[in-house]
């Protein structure tokens, strides 16, 4: 079967228009994944930063205790 004018037409219209939606959604895919992945790292650094923090108040509190 042989399309002509039009219909060639809308049939390649269809086919950009999925091409779009697949790279919008492909895209969106990416942005989410790139926005978790920062999520997770900054979460890492603040668990980091807590964890030193702990570490130094617990060797304070040994000096204080050493100095009695």
Do not use: F, P, Y
């Not at 895209?27 to 890492?44: C, K, P």
């Not at 668990?47 to 000096?63: T, V």
Request: charged share 50%; hydrophobic share 20%; proline share 0%.
């Amino acid at each position: 079967s042989c399309l002509v004018g039009s219909e060639m037409c809308i049939r390649d219209r269809i086919n950009t228009g999925w091409q779009v939606i697949k790279l919008l959604h492909t895209g969106v895919r990416r942005e989410q994944r790139v926005r978790a992945e920062d999520r997770r790292r900054e979460w890492e650094g603040r668990e980091e930063k807590h964890k030193r923090k702990k570490k130094e108040e617990k060797g304070q509190k040994e000096d204080t205790k050493d100095e009695m």
